[in-house]
């Protein structure tokens, strides 16, 4: 399983290169992380965005602590916008 997270001040982003389950059990241990460290997830603020060959057919329905996590077409963070296409922009 290739996953990888990254921590910022009030932000984590995580990745998994391999399956929807590989992603489904980041998900599920980002959960169980932010109850240890009493660190309240804003779950209206959270979103799925596949990249690359990975955004066609189905999309999977991922969940954290029982809310469902929407797949985007594009998402922005600091300024910068990237679509499904990997194509950037600038805000």
């Given at each position: ?23 489904q059990e980041q998900l599920d241990k980002l959960v169980i992380w932010s109850e ?25 329905l991922f969940t954290m602590n029982d809310h469902n ?23």
């Open positions: 399983m290739q996953t990888m997270s990254s921590y910022f001040y009030s932000d984590i982003k995580t990745s998994s290169l391999d399956t929807a389950a590989d992603l240890i460290w009493q660190l309240p997830i804003s779950y209206s603020k959270c979103c799925v965005l596949s990249l690359g060959k990975y955004h066609s057919g189905p999309v999977r996590i929407l797949p985007v077409e594009q998402a922005v963070d600091l300024g910068v916008s990237v679509d499904r296409e990997m194509k950037y922009s600038l805000i």
